[in-house]
């Protein structure tokens, strides 16, 4: 696994490889139990056609955010919940049980992912730029 950016140019015969990058890499997250908030994720993110690895960087994000608290609450941003919205009543378009539900989060939180940075891996490379998505 690498991480981060780095270039790299290799002659042989005809054929020149240069200018590779590989983003930011997250770590494996296992599968979760299914009754929990990350077993929710784990089946809306593959009915999204998204593979195990965005299930990863999803997993790395929100530990980042909210350890996956459905009550999380940053008392300086105001961001609330699972995907720490700002501010937290915008997840009431995902349901009216935004505050206390995390099926109804995580399904604001990936249409938000998906909207803005089209996958959670884009999600968790802009978090690792910025300190923030």
């Known amino acids: 696994e690498v991480a981060g950016e780095y270039s790299n140019s290799a ?5 020149t490889t240069s200018e590779v990058y590989v983003g930011p890499v997250a770590p494996a997250a296992g599968i979760p139990d ?16 998204w593979g195990i690895q965005e299930f990863d960087c999803l997993v790395a ?14 008392a300086s941003s105001g ?3 699972i ?4 501010p937290g009543n915008k997840m009431a378009t995902a349901g009216a049980d935004w505050a206390t539900n995390p ?6 939180g ?4 998906a909207a803005r ?5 884009g999600a968790w490379a802009h978090s690792e730029e910025h300190n923030w998505y």
């Not at 099926?103 to 604001?108: E, G, L, N, V």
């Not at 990936?110 to 992912?113: A, E, S």
């Open 11 to 15: 002659v042989r015969d005809e054929f």
């Open 117 to 121: 940075y089209e996958t959670p891996c």
């Open 83 to 86: 995907p720490q919205a700002l």
């Open 34 to 49: 299914p009754d929990t908030a990350q077993g929710i994720a784990l089946v809306m993110v593959t009915a999204r056609g």
């Open 61 to 74: 994000l929100w530990n980042r955010e909210s350890r996956w608290n459905v009550y999380a609450h940053n």
């Open 110 to 113: 990936l249409g938000y992912i």
């Open 103 to 108: 099926t109804t989060q995580i399904k604001w």
């Open 79 to 81: 961001a609330y919940g």
